[in-house]
């Protein structure tokens, strides 16, 4: 390839690079910086007819050229910098205003600092060369005007550069102050939850000394006393039989409660949903005096989530239980019908048989039953029927996508009174801004002033 042809293609590839990335940046961006670039083009311009000049179409190719410079500064920012010279050394002192911006704005992208000041000085010593060279067509500048170059140099390169290094080095401060707190709160929220499972293992510990226990005695106390029936009052017997095995269920269903407050996941409380333990509880419902049958529609065995089956359990014992108790003598019919995806569980209760004082009872059972299959994605519904009677049914996802219910979300944690959620951008940002920023805006007062007062002689003059 040769050398006049390299320079073709690689400015081919240069244009093409260009292309792709105006295609993939947002459409905002593009829309900002054309704004942008056309504001500099009419400033740089516009005062052209206003103000006679000895080189009007120099003057037009500076102005069109700081024009280009804006959009530059994203893609080439070294490049723009170096772009800033013929400006800098021109006669379009409008143009000459947009360099410190687009100085400030180019070198925060320039990295290492090692490389962005290089460019700067480059750019610094080739404005004050450009300057002397412009200076030289008309005889040999003096030393006012050797000084008066540097100053412009200092004031529309240096000064914007290290403004904007400044600035620069502040933004990974920032994303590192950010990650700092995301950790901070992170580190809290996994103390708080350690200091619930402690308490949790704490209140465990004595219920299964305290409740478990008892629990234990009363069972013992039972079997002795069923012992006792069958051999002194055998219709008793039944009854005595029914407290023992309250009492065994009562304890396996309290080391449930222990397992969740362990936190323990992967327990089995033996509660599978399946034919053989809904037909226990509407047994055991019977041998309490219920009416009560089971309706199983479903061909096969369920391959259902554990959650779900234990669900399924919950709801029956819960509709059968309120059965006895709100209305005793009642017939009671449990449906289980299998959907596919979801699986449809109801206890329904017809009107107790002559006048009946319901029991007492606060419906937790029914709010904690709402909360168990909220978190598993189902719904449940729970009143009175048109025709009288109660009826209580479920419809449970076979595989819910929702957290065990022992599971506790960072959203609710960050909720109470030990957790709070991350500081906002601004809280981390605006205070950075005010310390750090000020000394980068401290930096740039010399330039506006000085901006201000070249713009000023130029209307004058």
């Not at 009826?391 to 109470?416: F, K, N």
């Amino acid at each position: 390839m040769s050398p006049a042809v390299r320079p073709c293609t690689r400015a081919r590839r240069e244009a093409a690079a260009i292309r792709e990335a105006v295609r993939a940046a947002p459409r905002r961006t593009v829309v900002t910086e054309s704004v942008f670039a056309g504001l500099v083009l009419l400033c740089s311009l516009a005062p052209v007819p206003l103000i006679p000049t000895a080189h009007p179409v120099t003057v037009a190719l500076l102005g069109a050229w700081a024009a280009l410079l804006v959009p530059a500064r994203r893609m080439y920012p070294a490049l723009t910098v170096l772009g800033c010279v013929p400006v800098i050394a021109g006669d379009n002192v409008w143009a000459m205003v947009v360099v410190p911006c687009v100085v400030w704005s180019a070198v925060r992208r320039i990295t290492p600092v090692r490389r962005a000041w290089g460019v700067v000085g480059a750019s610094s010593a080739g404005a004050v060369l450009m300057s002397i060279a412009a200076q030289s067509l008309d005889g040999l500048p003096t030393m006012p005007y050797l000084v008066a170059g540097a100053g412009v140099a200092a004031l529309f390169l240096l000064l914007p550069a290290l403004s904007g290094m400044m600035l620069g080095r502040r933004r990974p401060l920032t994303g590192l102050l950010r990650e700092r707190n995301a950790y901070l709160e992170q580190t809290r929220f996994l103390t708080d939850e350690a200091a619930r499972m402690e308490e949790r293992a704490r209140i465990a510990a004595e219920m299964h000394d305290l409740l478990g226990h008892r629990i234990g005695l009363i069972s013992v106390h039972a079997g002795a006393l069923q012992l006792a029936a069958e051999r002194q009052a055998p219709p008793l017997a039944s009854q005595a039989e029914l407290l023992r095995t309250t009492a065994g269920t009562a304890m396996d269903e309290l080391r449930g409660i222990l397992g969740v407050l362990r936190h323990h996941s992967g327990e089995d409380s033996g509660e599978r949903g399946s034919r053989e333990d809904l037909s226990a509880l509407v047994a055991d419902s019977r041998n309490a005096g219920a009416d009560a049958e089971l309706h199983w529609n479903a061909t096969g065995p369920t391959d259902a989530d554990a959650r779900t089956r234990q669900a399924v359990h919950r709801v029956t014992r819960e509709g059968l239980t309120n059965a006895l108790k709100h209305a005793s003598g009642a017939p009671v019919r449990v449906t289980f019908q299998d959907e596919g995806d979801t699986v449809v569980v109801a206890v329904v209760n017809d009107p107790p048989p002559g006048t009946c004082s319901p029991g007492a009872g606060n419906r937790s059972g029914l709010v904690g039953l709402q909360e168990r299959i909220s978190l598993l994605g189902g719904t449940l519904h729970a009143g009175p029927r048109p025709e009288g009677g109660f009826a209580l049914s479920a419809r449970i996802p076979v595989r819910p996508d929702s957290l065990p219910v022992y599971a506790i979300s960072p959203g609710q944690v960050s909720g109470g009174a030990g957790s709070r959620p991350p500081l906002s951008a601004e809280v981390l940002t605006w205070p950075r801004l005010l310390g750090g920023g000020c000394a980068a805006l401290l930096v740039l007062l010399p330039t506006i002033g000085g901006t201000i007062a070249l713009l000023i002689m130029a209307a004058l003059h």
